[in-house]
Every structure is written in structure tokens, then in C-alpha cells.
Nanobody, 118 residues
Framework: VQLQAFGGGLVQAGGSLRLSCVAS????????MGWYRQAPGKQRELVAT???????NYADSVKGRFTISRDNAKKTAYLQMNSLKPEDTAVYYC?????????????WGPGTQVTVSS
């Protein structure tokens, strides 16, 4: 699976951005998709995940502001980010996870920068 993320950029606090992650190479619907982020000097953290069936999970810090979704026909996952805050500034990474019987296989995209100015 190869992943490519789009949609990062510079936005003022309170603004919105939508990230897209396009996958290629395998059966997209069988992968859970996720967005993670890493701010300078910090560890990578989970932002949101969505299963192939559409069940979602969010970090507490983004609940009510971010929405993850997917279009299996387009092999694309999205992250709609509203009410952005300066602390959302980070490199955002797209993840695809295949859960096998005893372990998971993770694929990562190259990341896209999101900068929120105050």
C-alpha cells in the first residue's frame, strides 16, 4: 500500500482545512485508516482512526472539531479539521493498518504540514 497525503497548509486560528489521503496498491476497504500528527519536539500522536466499516475514534483534543471519513470507492480517507488552534500545528501523517491474525501491519504516508497561526 502506498499513501499520499494532500491538503496541508497555513491557516489562521479558527479556520478549517481538509486533509486527503489517497491509497494505492491494495484492497482499501480492508484497511483501517488513521491520521496521526507530530509537533516539533513531541512524539507522534493519534488524531483519529476509521475502520473499513466506518467506526471512528478520536483523540480527546480534537473531538468535536475534527471529522475523519473515507470513500472506499476512491481509496481516499479524509480529515476535516475545523476550529483549528495553534496547538494543532504539526506534520500530519496518514496511516493504513491491516490487522492480521496475530499482528498489525502499518503503512505510512510522507506527511503534510499543517500550521495554525494565532
Amino acid at each position: 500500500v502506498q499513501l499520499q497525503a494532500f491538503g496541508g497548509g497555513l491557516v489562521q486560528a479558527g479556520g478549517s482545512l481538509r486533509l486527503s489521503c489517497v491509497a494505492s496498491g491494495s484492497i482499501f476497504s480492508t484497511y483501517a485508516m488513521g491520521w496521526y500528527r507530530q509537533a516539533p519536539g513531541k512524539q507522534r500522536e493519534l488524531v483519529a482512526t476509521i475502520t473499513g466499516g466506518g467506526s471512528t475514534n478520536y483523540a480527546d483534543s480534537v473531538k468535536g472539531r475534527f471529522t475523519i471519513s473515507r470513500d472506499n470507492a476512491k481509496k481516499t480517507a479524509y480529515l476535516q479539521m475545523n476550529s483549528l488552534k495553534p496547538e494543532d500545528t504539526a506534520v500530519y501523517y496518514c496511516n493504513a493498518r491491516k490487522s492480521l491474525r496475530t499482528y498489525d501491519v502499518d503503512y505510512w504516508g510522507p506527511g503534510t504540514q499543517v500550521t495554525v497561526s494565532s
